[in-house]
């Protein structure tokens, strides 16, 4: 049942609902997108030749892992998974550990196709970086 937060003439307002649907079409979409970002900015750094600022590593992991955890917790709301006590936090710090331990324990051998599709999103926008660095670096080379 959703939360109330009073009535509203004779129903009850949905506060859990309000953005539902939009975040629910638009975390796949914030790890992708969040993924593509900091490989294609790997790639252009390279490609130009140069080296990347000190802090990037930290903002790129930090910003992939905050767009799994949106991912997660809507996930976890379609499927009545429980948070614990300072979830987000172990999010942050063992994603890659947590993540597919629920998709495999919820869905089981289902769970492996979103693992892999992870997977191959990351794989193909690392090769986009490399492929832009090596675009960049012919470009520039003439």
């Known amino acids: 049942m ?3 937060d009073g009535m509203v003439g004779d129903a009850a307002r949905n506060v859990e609902g309000c953005n539902a649907t939009l975040i ?3 975390a796949p979409l914030l790890v992708i997108g969040s993924l593509l970002l900091w490989n294609l900015v790997r790639g252009a750094y ?10 990037f590593d930290l ?11 949106l991912w997660f917790w809507n996930y976890s709301r379609q499927h009545h998974i ?5 979830m987000g936090w172990f ?3 063992a994603w890659i550990v947590v993540v597919p331990y629920y998709l495999l324990m919820y869905e089981g051998k289902r769970g492996l196709r979103r693992i892999g599709l992870f997977c191959l999103a ?3 926008t690392w090769v986009a970086g490399i492929g832009l660095g090596i675009a960049l670096r012919v470009m520039t080379a003439a």
Not at 47 to 55: A, K
Not at 60 to 68: D, H, P, T
Not at 82 to 86: C, F, G, I, S
């Open 2 to 4: 959703a939360e109330s």
């Open 46 to 55: 390279a490609g130009f030749g140069r080296e990347l600022p000190d802090s």
């Open 122 to 124: 990351y794989v193909v």
């Open 24 to 26: 629910q079409a638009i």
């Open 82 to 86: 429980a948070w614990v006590l300072d």
């Open 91 to 93: 999010l942050l710090i």
């Open 59 to 69: 903002l790129a992991n930090f910003s992939v892992s905050m767009s799994i955890i």
